[in-house]
């Protein structure tokens, strides 16, 4: 059984505390049985405090486009492109990352493979790296309208449940 409240944190502060934020959210996350996933509950306070800290910029730190993450960027995008189907490797597959922060991911993956069609969600005002011209940046929540009719071959997260209220859209 979960708890009914999670901690929250959502960056480094100079100071004692959350930066004047709770220190624990009421996340309700259950086990989907039949999609065989972790998903959360959403509530109009975890949406209303979410947005709030987004527009403050919330990026965590120790995140994985700084110097000791590299490691897993090089992991996660070895995984990512052998995940792909051999035979379309370099058939323009569309490939979606709900929670992409600073693009990073994305930027690795153009680097390996030029033939795919990046989009990244991301509802943080924060800054995107270098290099990712050609990727399509979407300042949202998932599921954005702007794709609501778009079918990927990839959608992929990373550490990111609460970007993604429904799955199954």
Request: net charge negative.
């Amino acid at each position: 059984m979960l708890p009914d409240k999670l901690p929250f944190y959502f960056k480094a502060h100079p100071q004692k505390g959350n930066g004047g934020q709770p220190d624990s959210l009421p996340f309700d996350v259950y086990y989907d049985d039949e999609l065989c996933i972790y998903r959360q509950k959403t509530s109009e306070e975890l949406k209303n405090k979410l947005n709030e800290v987004y527009e403050l910029g919330s990026l965590v730190d120790g995140s994985i486009s700084n110097e000791s993450g590299k490691v897993y960027v090089e992991l996660v995008t070895g995984f990512i492109l052998q995940s792909l189907p051999s035979k379309n490797i370099d058939k323009n597959l569309s490939v979606l990352e709900v929670g992409c922060g600073n693009a990073i991911i994305l930027k690795e993956l153009k680097k390996k493979n030029n033939h795919l069609k990046l989009t990244g969600i991301e509802p943080g005002s924060h800054g995107v790296v270098e290099g990712i011209e050609g990727v399509d940046i979407i300042r949202d929540f998932f599921p954005a309208r702007k794709i609501a009719d778009t079918k990927f071959d990839l959608i992929f997260s990373l550490l990111v449940l609460e970007h993604i209220e429904d799955p199954v859209v």
